[in-house]
């Protein structure tokens, strides 16, 4: 019952990997790493996101294969760190990494690099890949994919809890105690302020948001950013780097005639980010109760702080809290999907992508040498 969860998320900053033992109610988490992308790698994923149709096929294929390469090394030295053969394991589910992703494109489509076949035959561990494209082909969203995990890690049958990944981008999950378990992509969540970060100072992110703290958020500039349609559409829905990317933050802030500091730029993407999740909680018919946040945003001390300004009646903590390590909640639960897939249960939300059914999420790749 040994489960390996890979993910790389939208901030492409690098792996993230957990071995995890799925045999009672909840899961055991056994060992954990992050590994950083080579230098370069992380900048050529980054180019390729914020402008694809730069991104030419053979950068597609062999982007594929370099970082198969590099997920394959995670998982070596996630099984070497907890003493375990790859024998033990029976699968790997490997979210890779995202590209593009274009749910409203007709026909919709996603794309994600790090092969599956290539990681299979690397490890000798089966893989579970490709979670999105059967709920996009039954009209869904594709994602976002941890709802119905975190309702498996993290729910209670005592209060309403919300959580909220931030890292790239800011994805909310909502676990009532009646009910069903919802949840939708808010909008930025770090895109744009390590976007904004390396263009002014030192440094790939801000650490505990130190810098945005510092400055003071501009009422113009950030009611012009939350004035994107994204911010008032219904679910379901879902979105990217490719959307809130730094053109579309600097296309905004050409409207304004005097430039704004860059700290106060800072500052008012960090308030854009903890308004938008805070909007986003607010309409909807939980009891205040508890939100728990994790990815990269939960060490942003700067970011809590705002969460909990604008959120003055909810409990806002890190799902350290609740069991799981912020870094750790999404690798784990990419290990929860393929255990889901191999035992054949759907996994998928239809109240959260919109598809017309739920499915088992994820294609197998089995490696040469070695059958279920």
């Not at 004035?227 to 219904?234: E, L, Q, R, T």
Request: aromatic share 8%.
């Amino acid at each position: 019952m040994l489960y390996i969860g890979l993910i790389s998320g939208t901030s492409m900053d690098g792996i993230d990997a957990v071995l995890v033992r799925f045999d009672s109610s909840t899961p055991t988490m056994l060992a954990s790493l992050s590994r950083a992308y080579p230098a370069g790698l992380r900048e050529q994923l980054l180019a390729g996101a914020a402008r694809p149709e730069q991104f030419t096929l053979h950068d597609f294929g062999s982007t594929h294969a370099v970082l198969a390469r590099e997920f394959s090394a995670a998982v070596a030295d996630l099984l070497s760190e907890a003493a375990c053969g790859a024998d033990q394991v029976s699968a790997i589910g490997s979210h890779g990494q995202t590209i593009l992703h274009a749910p409203l494109s007709e026909p919709p489509f996603t794309l994600q690099l790090g092969d599956p076949g290539a990681l299979a035959a690397l490890t000798g561990i089966p893989v579970v890949a490709d979670f999105r494209s059967a709920d996009m082909a039954l009209g869904g969203q594709g994602a976002p994919l941890m709802p119905a995990f975190h309702q498996f890690a993290f729910g209670s049958a005592d209060e309403d809890r919300a959580l909220v990944n931030i890292g790239g981008i800011a994805n909310l999950s909502l676990l009532p105690t009646q009910g069903l378990t919802t949840g939708f992509d808010t909008g930025p969540g770090n895109t744009l302020l390590d976007d904004w970060h390396r263009s002014h100072r030192d440094g790939d992110f801000d650490p505990g948001g130190a810098w945005s703290a510092s400055g003071q958020p501009h009422a113009g500039l950030l009611a012009r950013l939350l004035a994107d349609s994204y911010f008032n559409a219904p679910p379901p829905k879902s979105t990217g780097t490719d959307y809130f990317s730094r053109e579309w933050l600097d296309s905004n802030l050409a409207n304004f005639n005097s430039a704004i500091p860059p700290v106060d730029v800072q500052a008012t993407l960090a308030e854009l980010t903890a308004v938008s999740i805070a909007n986003a909680l607010t309409a909807t018919n939980l009891q205040p109760a508890a939100l728990a946040v994790c990815g990269g945003g939960a060490h942003n001390q700067d970011l809590l702080k705002r969460l909990r300004q604008h959120l003055p009646t909810w409990r806002v903590v890190t799902t350290a809290d609740w069991g799981i390590g912020p870094d750790w909640v999404e690798a784990a639960g990419f290990a929860w999907l393929a255990h889901e897939r191999l035992a054949g249960n759907t996994s998928s939300l239809p109240a959260v992508t919109g598809a017309r059914l739920a499915v088992s999420q994820g294609g197998l790749y089995l490696p040469p040498t070695r059958s279920l």
